[in-house]
């Protein structure tokens, strides 16, 4: 039974290209965002799981904040914390300890198959990729880099776990 959802940062909650720094004024949702994650996060506990290069937890909860999304998110992990970037199973680990939560009760949403499909594939996590644009233009090359649901608009994402119940 899935209980928890670990969502990657940027492109799959804030719009990456919308942001010079993590804390830019700027910054805008991705589409449905804001309205999937409030519906959500009554049903499951909620993470991020980010890489940054220089942001720390406290910057995203306040990244957070500035887009009122930070009451939402029970557990923040980022790489510079962590010492370790996606998709190395150590970030996904602490996410999983800080939640209580084992592998098969969660699932990564992300939009990179190199970062967040493999990484959450390799913990035997439930893999989703999200594409609802083509920054990263990339190609399954392997069955690790299969993800388990593949969807364009994080308004599909309820139906996708609403499927797993």
Sequence with gaps: MIKGILFDLGDTIVIEDSVTSLLDPQAKLVPYAKEVISALSGQYRLAVVTNTFV??????????HNLALDQYFDVIVTSVDVGYEKPHEEIFRVALQELGFRPSEVVMVGDRIEKDVVGANRMGIVSILCKWNDRYPEQIKGEMEKPTYSIHS????????????
């Design 154 to 165: 994080l308004k599909e994402l309820p139906q996708i776990l609403s499927q797993m119940k």
């Design 55 to 64: 942001s720390t937890k406290l910057e995203v909860k306040i990244a957070l």
